[in-house]
């Protein structure tokens, strides 16, 4: 069974900066592509950010002020926000094991961390 520690959530106000972090165990078989989604109260899991080697790709509402990253495969993924606003609060989830399909899509990913949470206040 694939296991995601998501790391790093907390609280900030608006212009704030976080860095969450995502850290595959070794019983992963495939982290190639990682991404993150953001679940909002009341809403269902939205992408955010996704990585496969040098490429990554975000949604539309975090572009330029999210960045995506890791070292190397299989290494932990991180997820740097910055100029953070009350619309990203939520709870930020890492993906892996996928399936194929779009990669910023909740269906794609065949395992999930437990999230951590992400409050934005003004």
């Known amino acids: 069974q694939a296991r995601l520690v998501e790391s790093g959530g907390g609280s900030v106000q608006v212009g704030g900066s976080l860095t969450l972090s995502c850290e595959p165990s070794?019983?992963?078989?495939?982290?190639?592509?990682l991404a993150w989604f953001r679940q909002a109260p009341g809403t269902e899991r939205e992408g955010v950010a996704a990585i496969y080697g040098k490429w990554t790709d975000y949604s539309t509402s975090v572009k330029g002020r999210f960045t995506i990253s890791r070292d190397s495969p299989g290494a932990t993924v991180y997820l740097q926000m910055k100029s953070l606003q009350p619309e990203y609060t939520g709870v930020y989830y890492c993906a892996a094991a996928f399936r194929g399909g779009l990669p910023l899509r909740e269906k794609s990913y065949g395992s999930w961390g437990q999230g951590t949470r992400v409050t934005v206040s003004s």
């Open positions: 070794d019983s992963i078989i495939n982290t190639n592509y």
